[in-house]
C-alpha cells in the first residue's frame, strides 16, 4: 500500500522552530486532505492538525493553535507542518496520514514517523 514519507524532526531547544514535511512519492494528494498527528512518549497518537483537499480548509488541536501552521504545495505533492514556540510537551513522534478529501477519519495511508524532541 502506498505510504506517506515525514521528514523534518530533530532536537530544537524550547522556543524553537521546526517544520516537518509529507510527501507521497507514489501518489498524488491533490485529492487529499492530509492530518498530523502527535504520539508523545507513553501516550497514545493524537490528531493535531487537518488541510483539506480542494479548499486548503485548515483545523488544528487547541494546544497547537498560534504556534502550528499546517500548508501544501500540490506542485511539490507535499504538506507542511510548521512548528513555532515549541514545548517540551511538543516531544514525540510525528506522523501524516490521508484524511479523505475533507478531513474525516478515512486514513488510508500513513508515514512512518519523524521524532521531535525539544529540550534545552
Known amino acids: 500500500q502506498a505510504q506517506l514519507v515525514e521528514s523534518g524532526g530533530g532536537l530544537v531547544q524550547p522556543g524553537g522552530s521546526l517544520r516537518l514535511s509529507c510527501a507521497a512519492p507514489?501518489?498524488?494528494?491533490?485529492?487529499?486532505?492530509i492530518a498530523w498527528f502527535h504520539q508523545a512518549p507513553g501516550k497514545e497518537r493524537e490528531g493535531i492538525s487537518c488541510?483539506?483537499?480542494?479548499?486548503?480548509?485548515?483545523f488544528y488541536e487547541e494546544s497547537v493553535k498560534g504556534r502550528f501552521t499546517i500548508s501544501r504545495d500540490n506542485a511539490k505533492n507535499t504538506v507542511y507542518l510548521q512548528m513555532n514556540n515549541l514545548k517540551p510537551e511538543d516531544t514525540g513522534v510525528y506522523y501524516c496520514?490521508?484524511?479523505?478529501?475533507?478531513?474525516?477519519?478515512?486514513?488510508?495511508?500513513w508515514g512512518q514517523g519523524t521524532r521531535v524532541t525539544v529540550s534545552s
Open positions: 488541510i483539506s483537499a480542494t479548499t486548503s480548509a485548515s
Open positions: 507514489g501518489f498524488s494528494l491533490d485529492y487529499y486532505a
Open positions: 496520514a490521508t484524511a479523505g478529501s475533507y478531513c474525516s477519519r478515512e486514513y488510508k495511508h
